[in-house]
């Protein structure tokens, strides 16, 4: 078996780790300061019974028990009414510890709650750009892995913690008031515990870490090879693939065992050390007693229960060190995650309901009007200008780049008057779709302008620059809930009338009406119970009932079989009708009948103009049409 | 079920039968250990005797220097023991997927199989390792100290029994009931993971349609819907402590007014006081201990069920019991074959199909989206068997062959298919594990893939990423058909495998296919006439059907639905923009890189 050479703990990740730590408590302290300070009180009083619990036994056996030996008639009363007083205490402690869970529970629901809450309104607020770098199944995990670490740690770990912060100081006072010397005795033993959890709990911290690439490992290896699980049939390649498993598998095993070996060994560790701690005590108190007297018979008797009760707690912090160790990892990803930088929005420019007089004069009003108009105010002037929103939109000379290194788009230019359809063709990777995800500005662009009816979208307020288009995508994306709220999407005021109307100019009325529950029917899991066809439809009469001047479709009808193609055409037909249209299509139909075709090829446009231009200049597009290759 | 699972432990028997009996051990010492303390207060300190603590101290020293072993031994197997259960299920899953069929596959999600095979079986560890470790442990130590104190007073001890019935009874209500309530917080977090992956995947509808607000309120709620479930469940946990407190304190209680009477009437020493009070914690601690568990357990009780469910699916295509190694050649005939995906369905995908393919023969397959062109394909391999009828490959049915044998002279390009985290000569490697360099060359020649691997700059050894997202698609499609040809096949099967590729390269591949391999069947799928047009026949399917089988020149003449397809590819009707002919191969796009992550949801 393989060695696994763990990677040794770095000094960075754990600064990191601890920041975050200290942010969780800063957070924690914000929000449940008080909840906080009454569960230190309730730690208090337990722990105050407790120890006062173990000193009883001390007066029990000193002040009632040994008076009354051989004495002929003992009297009772005493010892009852000490036993009833100690109930009174052990009853305040019980009550204590009953708020202080109570109190803890809604403690950390509340900060889980608060922390998902603020991780997803923090995430919603993100960049596309963000999605785009992260494994989706990393953001998922920050909601339930990494929030489910700090559960742990928050209603177990925490008050723990104190609560053995609490009792050590408690059951330290105890103890130096029985006996200095035996203190600095048991003293001397919790030293010794202490270094030995360290040397430990480094060992299996290692081996966890170890654990985790390992077990990184094995995944990677089992989400490739289930995804290609039917082409490894198709080639017998099964035998190879589980060698390869088998190696990384007995990997994770080796780490897994290690991690789990020293983690398990530190308990016993230290129960034994203090089992020797209370022999020495009680050999050295022994002594004391026996040869000084100034030790009494109940007081080292209680001693040695303190001695217990003060190993006791440092056994439970140790037992804790992994959850905290993981809930610092947990913590520092989430508050990664609040760290990102916001999708950047610094516009001015507002879409506002407009009225124009007959002098084509726009004014703002309050009501709905059906008529848009972008507010503009001008800093340099003091004035505010209206222009009718009209759908004119504009590119001039836009560079563009995912990342700084690899330039994606170079000097586009175009314009698209209100009401015309421009379509886009070329291979993919020819940069069609991120010239689309410019203009509601998904990216951001390096250089040039992109104008939409004459204002710099850079100058639009983003929300309502995205008001004014509508997107269909190649994959649709439906949400849990119903039909009719699919739709509400892109309204969410509209009226059942609406919606209906909205999916009638979609053509999705008519199976939306053969569903069980027709409008009302669930959606679920992105709508695997309808077809990709309806799905598709769906998404149509979502931008539909949003009726934005401006119109994005992006392969909007590439996974459909041509019968329902044909329905989804005729809706988009309906829906592109008076709106300006950005279409990247590969079906002629949808290319022909288009105002201008921008034929594009790595990046560039190297063609433009409507079809009829484009066949008579006999270029690419020509030879994409007839399928001749034309001798240059 | 759980059968199913302890099967795995295996090698790890050992280790699982040490762990508890360690533990016992361990268990053992820490019930002496009280004893000898109770001597060294009664016999030495009560009695002023040095000696009697010296002889007392040692044994408990030596009995600690035991018990630490003990427990060292019993963490070490426990450990072993767990991560060794883990081991061998991850094996057994994964062995048996390699065993599925493709039915067996579409059965489970790749996504399911993969949780199946990490966090289920964490989990799993995790429950194995506490069962061990205190599935002996606590009862044991129960047992042992409840003996300790009969054996002291037995009176007194009777105090103790009452309340272990009384607490038993009260954590295991309470255990039962937040069992109850964190079934349904799965169900929730099912809610929360659903509405954050919608909105992680679908962020692009979101703000185009600026309904953060909206998504925010919506999330809010699931997530405050979650809190309340979980706070109902740690309210009632939350009894737990104060109730062990309460019978601790109560029995402690108990047991020094009882106590005390007996000590004065000369029954019990003050040492044995201490003793049992010590037995009382260890007593409650194992009832707490035990609770735990039992929560523990009934939440892995899921996970248990999820790894069952694929160590107990049963292949659906298996090896014939005495399997034919050879194949004759390659000729196919389809003799009353009818195919449906769910075996009970009556709603056949393929209905009576019936055709013969003589062996070298190139046949083309085309047809519309969901006319069943790939299942009628997938049928020749057995990724999949008939529901009626017979399929004979070189004469004889494909049921009798080994499958490995028939797999390998049936060379299989799937529609959607898959290249491997590799070097691309380790790729091509797939299809013939000792193929020669000079013949992984002129496979990919073949398939004209040699032209864009030259013009990388580490050629072959260009290291290919997982999943294959560093090439384009017309280039992955080549190395693929390379693949498959390095298995030098007696039947190829093209299924829509040059569908990014340009039509001048896709003809260049057939002509290969023609002049080089002319004694290889070749069964192409095809969206595009112009790829199937030169093929000895054409198959033309409809809705499962064969609508017409012949020559282009006869399937111009005799079949509708061939020369409607023809036309509306060839007249510039509504046929498709063949983008793959837009440009020369390039690398693929930031835009698609970008997008690999996309789909990675679930």
Same mark, same amino acid.
């Given at each position: 078996m393989?060695?696994?050479q763990?990677?040794?703990?770095?000094?960075e990740?754990l600064?990191?780790?601890a920041?975050? %730590?200290?942010?969780l408590f800063r957070?924690?302290?914000?929000?449940?300061?008080?909840?906080?300070?009454?569960?230190?009180?309730c730690i208090?009083?337990?722990?105050?019974?407790n120890?006062?619990g173990?000193?009883?036994?001390?007066?029990?056996?000193?002040?009632?028990?040994?008076?009354?030996?051989?004495?002929?008639d003992?009297?009772?009363?005493?010892?009852?009414?000490?036993i009833g007083?100690?109930?009174?205490?052990?009853g305040?402690?019980i009550?204590?510890?009953?708020?202080?869970?109570?109190?803890?529970?809604r403690?950390?629901?509340?900060?889980?709650?608060l922390l998902?809450?603020? %991780?997803?309104d923090?995430?919603e607020?993100l960049?596309?750009?963000y999605?785009?770098t992260?494994?989706?199944?990393?953001?998922?995990?920050?909601?339930?892995?990494?929030?489910d670490?700090l559960?742990?740690?928050?209603?177990?770990s925490?008050?723990?913690f104190?609560?053995?912060?609490?009792?050590?100081v408690?059951v330290l006072i105890?103890?130096?008031?029985?006996?200095?010397?035996?203190t600095?005795?048991?003293?001397f033993m919790?030293?010794?515990?202490m270094?030995?959890?360290?040397?430990? @709990?480094?060992?299996?911290?290692k081996?966890?870490?170890a654990?985790q690439?390992?077990?990184?490992s094995?995944?990677?290896?089992?989400?490739?090879?289930m995804n290609?699980?039917?082409v490894?049939?198709?080639?017998?390649?099964?035998?190879?693939s589980v060698?390869?498993?088998?190696a990384?598998?007995?990997?994770?095993?080796?780490? @897994?065992?290690?991690a789990n070996?020293?983690?398990n060994?530190l308990?016993?560790?230290? @129960?034994q050390?203090?089992?020797a701690?209370?022999v020495?005590? @009680?050999?050295?108190?022994?002594?004391l007693?026996i040869?000084?007297?100034?030790?009494?018979?109940?007081?080292?008797a209680s001693?040695l229960?303190?001695?217990?009760?003060?190993?006791?707690?440092?056994?439970?912090?140790?037992q804790q060190?992994?959850?905290i160790?993981?809930?610092?990892?947990?913590a520092d &990803?989430?508050?990664?995650?609040l760290?990102?930088k916001?999708?950047?929005?610094?516009?001015?420019?507002?879409?506002v309901n407009?009225?124009?007089?007959?002098?084509?004069?726009?004014?703002?009003?309050?009501?709905?009007?059906?008529?848009w108009?972008?507010?503009?105010?001008h800093?340099a002037?003091?004035?505010?200008t209206?222009?009718?929103?009209e759908?004119q939109?504009?590119?001039?000379?836009?560079?563009?780049?995912?990342?700084e290194?690899k330039?994606v788009?170079?000097?586009?230019?175009?314009?698209?008057?209100p009401?015309?359809?421009?379509?886009?063709?070329?291979a993919?990777?020819a940069?069609?779709t991120?010239?689309?995800?410019?203009?509601?500005?998904?990216?951001?662009i390096e250089?040039g302008?992109i104008?939409?009816?004459g204002?710099?979208?850079?100058?639009?307020?983003?929300?309502?620059?995205?008001?004014? %288009?509508g997107?269909?995508?190649?994959?649709?994306?439906?949400?849990?809930?119903?039909?009719?709220?699919n739709i509400?999407?892109?309204?969410?005021?509209?009226?059942?009338?609406?919606?209906?109307?909205?999916a009638k100019?979609?053509n999705?009325?008519?199976?939306?009406?053969?569903?069980?529950?027709g409008?009302?029917?669930m959606?679920?899991g992105?709508?695997?119970?309808?077809?990709?066809?309806?799905?598709?439809?769906?998404?149509i009469?979502?931008a539909?009932?949003?009726d934005?001047?401006?119109?994005?479709l992006?392969?909007?009808?590439?996974s459909i079989?041509?019968?329902t193609?044909?329905?989804v055409?005729e809706?988009?037909?309906?829906?592109?009708?008076g &709106?300006?249209?950005?279409v990247?299509?590969h079906r002629?139909?949808?290319? &022909?009948?288009a105002?201008?075709?921008?034929? %594009?090829?790595?990046?560039?446009?190297?063609?433009?103009g409507n079809h009829?231009?484009?066949m008579?200049?006999?270029g690419k597009?020509?030879?994409?049409?007839?399928?001749?290759?034309?001798?240059? | 079920?759980?059968?199913t699972?302890?099967?795995?432990?295996?090698?790890y028997?050992k280790?699982s039968? *040490?762990t508890p009996?360690?533990? =016992?051990l361990?268990v053992i010492?820490?019930m002496?250990i009280?004893?000898?303390?109770?001597?060294?207060?009664?016999d030495?300190?009560?009695?002023?005797?040095?000696q009697a603590?010296l002889i007392?101290?040692a044994?408990?020293?030596?009995?600690?220097?035991g018990g630490?072993?003990?427990?060292?031994?019993g963490?070490?197997?426990g450990?072993l023991?767990s991560?060794?259960?883990?081991?061998?299920?991850?094996?057994?899953?994964?062995?048996r997927?390699?065993?599925?069929?493709f039915e067996?596959?579409?059965?489970?999600?790749?996504? !399911?199989l993969?949780t199946r095979?990490?966090?289920?079986?964490?989990?799993l560890?995790?429950a194995y390792q506490?069962?061990l470790?205190?599935?002996?442990?606590?009862?044991?130590?129960?047992?042992?100290a409840?003996i300790?104190a009969? !054996?002291? !007073?037995p009176r007194?001890?009777?105090?103790?029994l009452?309340v272990?019935?009384?607490?038993?009874?009260a954590?295991?209500?309470?255990?039962?009931s937040?069992?109850?309530?964190?079934?349904?917080?799965f169900?929730?977090y099912d809610?929360?993971?659903e509405n954050v992956?919608e909105?992680?995947?679908?962020?692009?509808?979101?703000?185009?349609?600026?309904?953060?607000?909206y998504?925010r !309120?919506?999330?809010a709620?699931?997530?405050?819907?979650?809190?309340?479930?979980?706070?109902?469940?740690?309210?009632i946990?939350?009894?737990?402590?104060?109730?062990?407190?309460?019978?601790?304190?109560g029995?402690?209680?108990?047991i020094?007014?009882?106590?005390?009477?007996?000590?004065i009437?000369?029954? =019990?020493t003050t040492?044995?006081?201490?003793s049992l +009070?010590?037995?009382?914690?260890n007593? *409650?601690?194992s009832?707490?201990?035990?609770s +735990?568990?039992?929560?523990?357990?009934?939440?892995?009780?899921a996970?248990?069920e999820?790894i069952?469910?694929?160590?107990?699916e049963?292949?659906t295509?298996?090896?014939?019991?005495?399997?034919?190694t050879?194949?004759?050649?390659?000729s196919?005939?389809f003799?009353?074959v009818?195919?449906s995906?769910?075996?009970?369905?009556?709603?056949?995908?393929?209905?009576?199909?019936?055709?013969?393919?003589?062996s070298?023969?190139?046949?083309?397959?085309?047809?519309?989206?969901?006319?069943?062109?790939t299942?009628l394909?997938n049928?020749?391999?057995r990724?999949?068997d008939?529901s009626?009828?017979?399929i004979?490959? /070189? /004469?004889?049915?494909?049921?009798?062959?080994?499958?490995?044998t028939?797999?390998?002279?049936?060379s299989?390009v799937?529609?959607?298919?898959?290249l491997?985290?590799?070097?691309?000569?380790e790729?091509?490697?797939?299809?013939?594990?000792?193929?020669?360099e000079?013949?992984c060359?002129?496979?990919?020649?073949?398939?004209?893939a040699?032209?864009?691997?030259?013009?990388?700059?580490?050629g072959?050894e260009?290291?290919?990423?997982?999943?294959?997202?560093?090439?384009s698609?017309?280039q992955?499609?080549r190395l693929?058909?390379?693949?498959?040809?390095?298995?030098k096949?007696?039947?190829?099967?093209l299924d829509?495998s040059?569908s990014a590729?340009?039509?001048?390269?896709?003809?260049?591949i057939?002509?290969?296919?023609?002049?080089?391999i002319?004694?290889?069947?070749? *069964?192409?799928i095809a969206q595009?006439?112009?790829?199937?047009?030169?093929?000895?026949r054409?198959?033309v399917m409809?809705?499962g059907?064969?609508s /017409?089988i012949?020559?282009?020149?006869?399937?111009?003449?005799?079949?509708?639905?061939y020369?409607?397809?023809?036309?509306?590819?060839? /007249?510039?009707?509504?046929?498709?923009?063949?983008?793959?002919k837009?440009s020369?191969?390039?690398p693929?796009?930031e835009?698609?890189?970008?997008?690999?992550?996309?789909k990675?949801?679930?």
């Amino acid at each position: 078996m393989p060695r696994v050479q763990p990677r040794p703990l770095k000094k960075e990740d754990l600064k990191k780790n601890a920041a975050a %730590m200290k942010r969780l408590f800063r957070f924690l302290f914000s929000h449940f300061g008080f909840h906080l300070i009454v569960v230190a009180v309730c730690i208090v009083i337990s722990v105050l019974a407790n120890t006062r619990g173990t000193l009883f036994l001390q007066t029990l056996i000193d002040d009632y028990i040994q008076p009354m030996i051989g004495s002929k008639d003992p009297d009772y009363l005493p010892l009852a009414l000490a036993i009833g007083k100690m109930a009174a205490i052990y009853g305040a402690g019980i009550l204590a510890m009953l708020a202080q869970n109570l109190i803890m529970a809604r403690v950390t629901q509340g900060t889980l709650d608060l922390l998902r809450r603020a %991780m997803f309104d923090h995430m919603e607020g993100l960049p596309i750009r963000y999605f785009d770098t992260h494994p989706h199944g990393d953001i998922m995990s920050l909601y339930t892995n990494d929030i489910d670490t700090l559960r742990q740690m928050v209603s177990q770990s925490l008050p723990q913690f104190l609560n053995s912060l609490i009792t050590i100081v408690t059951v330290l006072i105890c103890m130096i008031r029985l006996s200095l010397p035996l203190t600095f005795v048991t003293l001397f033993m919790v030293f010794v515990m202490m270094t030995a959890t360290k040397k430990i @709990a480094g060992r299996s911290g290692k081996y966890y870490m170890a654990q985790q690439k390992d077990i990184a490992s094995v995944n990677s290896h089992i989400e490739e090879m289930m995804n290609g699980q039917k082409v490894i049939k198709v080639f017998n390649h099964e035998p190879q693939s589980v060698k390869e498993f088998l190696a990384r598998n007995d990997r994770l095993f080796d780490s @897994a065992y290690h991690a789990n070996k020293y983690a398990n060994v530190l308990a016993p560790v230290n @129960a034994q050390l203090g089992n020797a701690s209370f022999v020495l005590s @009680a050999v050295i108190g022994g002594l004391l007693a026996i040869f000084t007297g100034n030790l009494s018979l109940g007081a080292l008797a209680s001693f040695l229960n303190f001695n217990r009760s003060f190993t006791m707690p440092i056994n439970q912090v140790s037992q804790q060190l992994n959850f905290i160790v993981m809930a610092m990892a947990g913590a520092d &990803r989430i508050f990664t995650l609040l760290d990102e930088k916001q999708e950047p929005d610094d516009g001015y420019v507002t879409l506002v309901n407009a009225t124009v007089d007959e002098n084509g004069e726009v004014t703002e009003v309050e009501e709905r009007t059906g008529t848009w108009a972008w507010k503009h105010y001008h800093k340099a002037d003091n004035t505010t200008t209206y222009k009718l929103q009209e759908g004119q939109v504009v590119y001039d000379g836009v560079d563009f780049g995912y990342n700084e290194d690899k330039q994606v788009l170079f000097d586009i230019s175009l314009q698209a008057q209100p009401g015309q359809k421009i379509a886009f063709v070329g291979a993919t990777g020819a940069g069609k779709t991120t010239i689309i995800n410019l203009i509601n500005r998904f990216y951001d662009i390096e250089d040039g302008k992109i104008r939409i009816d004459g204002i710099n979208v850079n100058k639009i307020k983003k929300a309502d620059l995205r008001r004014s %288009m509508g997107l269909v995508l190649q994959d649709t994306h439906l949400f849990t809930g119903t039909v009719a709220d699919n739709i509400r999407f892109g309204k969410l005021d509209a009226s059942d009338e609406e919606v209906r109307k909205a999916a009638k100019l979609a053509n999705a009325d008519g199976f939306i009406r053969r569903l069980p529950q027709g409008y009302d029917t669930m959606l679920t899991g992105n709508g695997t119970n309808l077809s990709q066809g309806q799905r598709q439809l769906l998404a149509i009469a979502r931008a539909a009932i949003y009726d934005p001047p401006v119109l994005v479709l992006d392969e909007a009808t590439s996974s459909i079989d041509t019968r329902t193609e044909k329905l989804v055409q005729e809706g988009l037909d309906a829906l592109m009708k008076g &709106r300006t249209s950005f279409v990247i299509a590969h079906r002629l139909s949808t290319i &022909r009948n288009a105002d201008c075709i921008m034929v %594009m090829d790595q990046g560039r446009i190297i063609e433009s103009g409507n079809h009829d231009d484009l066949m008579a200049q006999r270029g690419k597009y020509y030879q994409l049409y007839t399928g001749k290759v034309v001798n240059a | 079920m759980i059968k199913t699972l302890l099967a795995e432990v295996k090698q790890y028997k050992k280790a699982s039968f *040490l762990t508890p009996a360690f533990m =016992l051990l361990e268990v053992i010492v820490e019930m002496l250990i009280p004893r000898l303390m109770a001597r060294i207060v009664d016999d030495g300190i009560g009695k002023g005797s040095m000696q009697a603590i010296l002889i007392n101290g040692a044994a408990m020293l030596a009995l600690a220097l035991g018990g630490l072993f003990a427990g060292f031994m019993g963490g070490k197997y426990g450990a072993l023991a767990s991560a060794g259960l883990a081991k061998n299920l991850r094996e057994a899953m994964f062995k048996r997927i390699q065993t599925f069929s493709f039915e067996n596959i579409d059965h489970f999600s790749t996504a !399911s199989l993969v949780t199946r095979m990490t966090t289920d079986v964490t989990t799993l560890q995790n429950a194995y390792q506490i069962v061990l470790r205190m599935g002996m442990r606590a009862p044991a130590s129960l047992v042992v100290a409840m003996i300790m104190a009969f !054996s002291i !007073s037995p009176r007194l001890a009777l105090i103790y029994l009452a309340v272990v019935f009384i607490l038993g009874g009260a954590l295991f209500l309470v255990a039962y009931s937040v069992h109850k309530i964190f079934e349904k917080i799965f169900r929730e977090y099912d809610n929360m993971n659903e509405n954050v992956q919608e909105n992680v995947t679908g962020i692009r509808v979101v703000k185009a349609y600026v309904r953060e607000a909206y998504e925010r !309120s919506g999330f809010a709620k699931t997530s405050m819907e979650l809190m309340k479930k979980f706070l109902h469940a740690e309210s009632i946990l939350a009894l737990n402590g104060p109730m062990m407190l309460f019978s601790a304190y109560g029995s402690m209680m108990l047991i020094s007014w009882f106590g005390a009477h007996m000590i004065i009437q000369n029954e =019990l020493t003050t040492g044995n006081l201490m003793s049992l +009070m010590t037995y009382c914690m260890n007593i *409650l601690m194992s009832l707490m201990m035990l609770s +735990m568990a039992f929560v523990l357990i009934t939440m892995s009780s899921a996970s248990i069920e999820r790894i069952s469910a694929v160590l107990t699916e049963e292949p659906t295509i298996t090896n014939p019991a005495e399997p034919v190694t050879t194949v004759r050649d390659g000729s196919i005939c389809f003799d009353h074959v009818s195919f449906s995906y769910d075996g009970n369905s009556k709603e056949h995908v393929l209905t009576d199909i019936n055709f013969a393919i003589r062996s070298g023969e190139m046949i083309g397959i085309i047809g519309s989206t969901g006319s069943a062109k790939t299942s009628l394909v997938n049928l020749i391999s057995r990724l999949y068997d008939v529901s009626e009828g017979t399929i004979y490959v /070189g /004469g004889r049915d494909v049921r009798e062959y080994d499958l490995v044998t028939l797999r390998d002279e049936v060379s299989h390009v799937l529609q959607k298919n898959v290249l491997f985290s590799g070097t691309i000569y380790e790729n091509l490697r797939w299809g013939d594990p000792d193929a020669t360099e000079a013949e992984c060359r002129r496979a990919c020649r073949l398939a004209c893939a040699d032209e864009f691997i030259e013009r990388f700059p580490e050629g072959y050894e260009t290291y290919i990423e997982q999943g294959g997202t560093n090439v384009s698609g017309g280039q992955r499609q080549r190395l693929c058909i390379a693949r498959a040809l390095l298995k030098k096949p007696k039947i190829l099967i093209l299924d829509d495998s040059t569908s990014a590729v340009d039509t001048a390269t896709d003809a260049k591949i057939r002509k290969a296919f023609r002049e080089e391999i002319p004694e290889t069947t070749k *069964l192409i799928i095809a969206q595009r006439i112009a790829s199937v047009q030169d093929a000895d026949r054409i198959i033309v399917m409809d809705e499962g059907r064969i609508s /017409g089988i012949g020559t282009h020149a006869q399937l111009m003449e005799s079949n509708e639905i061939y020369r409607d397809v023809y036309e509306s590819q060839t /007249g510039g009707g509504s046929g498709d923009f063949d983008e793959a002919k837009m440009s020369v191969e390039q690398p693929l796009g930031e835009e698609a890189k970008h997008g690999l992550y996309r789909k990675g949801g679930a």
